[in-house]
């Protein structure tokens, strides 16, 4: 049986987080419930290569390379134990160069790029690992407060082996100055927590004369209590 | 090793939708037998308001009470204006609980959104079905507050959700 702890405490962000005012009139006001793990939290979707083919490529968009600084972003998804969880399902979205998302609600005044779609999908392999090639996000402002801007950062969805571990985070990029002043980041009252959300620079990411690189590793929920059996 | 901290959605997770998802029907699931629902709801805030920007995912076991063979049980939706979803699929059948337990037939929901830090997780159960009584995960739940995962049949084969994240009526949401 594949286990999945619940995050340690201060490891995650709390639901009510006021700096965030978003978070005000949206968090439950009543503790969750906790269940006992059942099938329907242990097994999750399999998304098939056929039905939600892979595509890990944002630096080019309909045949014409985006603008920006093109970056590889890799890492490894594991588990709690450190082992891989294969075949995890990542879905990753941000903004263009400029700080601008390809979306009819971003109305911030920064350019939009005809060759930037801003999403990809990739599947972790056998050892946990997953790559992708993107172009270095732009900050942006979002209004939370006086000169708020987001730092630079990748949005990444996760879904795992269980459905308990499906989970959505955001990647942040070293050294950026926006990092303390940012409600979102700074919610998570663990300082070693929040340091695992930012990317290593890592030139064993990087490509001769073409693209630097970033390694993001992702810890899902879960160990594997008895490593010779599937979940199932 | 720790986890990684969940974060946000933010209101910009739509470049990654695929509007097409919030029908289980579709691809290999439309040859399968069973009964045709559909899954709808508003979302609100702790003020009522409508939230205009979720996304709303379900995971449920297909119409034989299996999850992961034959039926493929997961579908996502983006709230409209008006905080609704609206799923298409068919009616999961019960499925093994705890011990020798069988859990009533349910749908788990997971929503994401802006001012959400990390998502927060419900079951829909429907209304009047007799395995309901015995399901040992709403046993866990106070009954006054068990209404908030019943959907309730609002139209022939239309199953009916809100989920309000705070205040009156606030949904029972479940630590997974
Ligand atoms: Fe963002």
């Known amino acids: 049986m594949t286990e999945f702890p619940r995050p340690a405490p201060g490891t995650w962000p709390p639901m009510n987080s006021p700096a965030y005012g978003s978070t005000r009139k949206r968090h439950a006001l009543h503790p969750p419930i906790a269940i006992p793990h059942t099938l329907s939290e242990t097994s999750a979707p399999r998304f098939t290569p056929s039905a939600y083919p892979a595509y890990a490529d944002m630096s080019v968009h309909e045949g014409q390379a985006a603008m920006g600084e093109r970056i590889i972003v890799g890492g490894r998804v594991l588990d709690e134990d450190g082992r891989p969880v294969r075949g995890a399902m990542l879905e990753i979205w941000q903004a263009n160069a400029a700080g601008r998302y390809h979306h009819m609600r971003d109305q911030h005044d920064a350019p939009l790029d005809p060759h930037f779609a801003g999403s990809a999908r990739v599947f972790s392999d056998d050892e946990g690992h997953w790559q992708i090639t993107t172009i270095k996000p732009g900050a942006y402002p979002w209004g939370n407060h006086a000169k708020a801007w987001r730092p630079v950062h990748i949005h990444f969805g996760l879904h795992g082996q269980g459905f308990a571990q499906r989970m959505i985070t955001q990647m942040y990029f070293p050294g950026d100055p926006l990092l303390p002043l940012d409600p979102v980041f700074m919610a998570t009252p663990d300082a070693a927590a929040r340091e695992r959300l930012i990317a290593k620079f890592d030139l064993d990411y990087a490509v001769e004369n073409w693209a630097l690189g970033y390694r993001f590793d992702i810890v899902l929920r879960g160990r594997n209590a008895t490593p010779m059996e599937d979940h199932k | ?176």
């Open chain 2, 1 to 176: 090793m720790t986890t990684t901290a969940s974060q946000t959605a933010g209101p910009y997770w739509h470049i990654i939708d695929h509007p097409e998802w919030a029908d289980l029907r579709r691809g290999e699931n439309a040859a399968m037998a069973g009964t045709s629902i559909t899954l709808t709801g508003q979302i609100t805030d702790g003020d009522g308001t409508p939230c205009g920007d979720a996304m709303v995912e379900i995971w449920q076991a297909g119409p034989d009470g299996a999850y992961e063979a034959g039926f493929h049980g997961f579908g996502r939706c983006a709230s409209d204006d008006q905080g609704r979803f609206r799923f298409t699929t068919l009616k999961p059948g019960p499925v093994p609980g705890p011990g020798n337990s069988l859990q009533a037939p349910h749908i788990t929901l997971a929503v994401f959104a802006r001012g959400l830090m990390n998502h927060v997780t419900t079951r829909a159960y429907f209304a009047a079905e007799p395995l309901n009584e015995a399901d040992p995960i709403l046993a866990l739940v106070p009954e006054a507050r068990r209404p908030t995962m019943l959907a309730r049949e609002t139209a022939p084969g239309v199953w009916t959700l809100d989920i309000r994240l705070q205040g009156a009526d606030e949904t029972v949401f479940l630590d997974i």
